[in-house]
């Protein structure tokens, strides 16, 4: 399928469990990143990546790892899953031509951490 | 560094009245500037865009004006539906240097029949 796309759509885990969230894009963007969505807080960036083999953290990094070997995935890693992990993940996608870099969503991830 | 302000929600509206969203922004240099949306259970998507000042962005009977003088992008829509029920992001991106945009927190709009 063209676009972007996520998986799963809904986990369910438990605390201290490795949980790994998928992210692949069809488009060749160089950019790739990883957002939380919570109540209150509106979008919150975890990771980006600039092109393959080059990450970095955002705002809120911690308890997450990314890895970008090829250029259309960029797979979110939450170690040891905590509860207040609880959140909808969103991954996200753009080419910065011209500097206008709109950005191009998936679907989202519901994750639970028991 | 970037910000950007918009006003909190939710906004209740019935059919067919006028929606304004105010957004404003603090950036260096000329960003680009976006309103995304979000409809139930989906992720966001682009509204609109603007990409200079004066520049007016439209889509599905929504427009924004960039204004420089007051950095504004303010989001309107003259006869809004109950299909425009969402969350509506405001969003900058500068050109040049770092590509990491920057959003407002979100505005729940909510459209009654």
């Known amino acids: 399928d063209a676009g972007i796309t996520q998986s799963p759509r809904y986990k369910i885990t438990e605390t201290g469990r490795q949980v790994t969230l998928m992210c692949h894009q069809t488009w060749s963007h160089s950019y790739m990143f990883w957002y939380r969505q919570d109540l209150g807080h509106g979008l919150r960036l975890i990771y980006y990546s600039a092109a393959a083999d080059i990450t970095d953290k955002g705002e809120v990094p911690d308890g997450y790892v990314v890895s970008r070997s090829k250029t259309e995935n960029f797979p979110l890693t939450l170690e040891s899953a905590t509860r207040s992990q609880t959140s909808v993940y969103f991954c996200?996608?753009?080419?910065?031509?011209?500097?206008?870099?709109?950005?191009?969503f998936g679907p989202g991830t519901r994750l639970t951490v028991l | 560094g970037n910000s950007v302000t918009q006003m909190e929600g939710p906004v209740t509206l019935s059919e067919e009245a006028f929606l304004t969203i105010n957004c404003t922004y603090t950036a260096t240099g000329y960003p680009s500037l976006f309103w995304y949306v979000q409809y139930p259970g989906e992720g966001l998507q682009l509204l609109l865009k603007?990409?200079?000042?004066?520049d007016k962005g439209s889509n599905k009977g929504f427009e924004a004006t960039y204004r420089k003088e007051t950095t504004s992008f303010h989001l309107e829509k003259g006869s809004v539906q109950v299909s425009d029920s969402a969350v509506y992001f405001c969003?900058?991106?500068?050109?040049?240097?770092?590509?990491?945009?920057?959003f407002g927190r979100g505005t729940s709009l909510i459209v009654h029949p």
């Open positions: 996200a996608s753009s080419e910065p031509a011209g500097g206008h870099n709109e950005q191009f």
């Open positions: 969003a900058l991106s500068r050109s040049g240097g770092s590509y990491i945009p920057t």
């Open positions: 603007a990409t200079k000042a004066d």
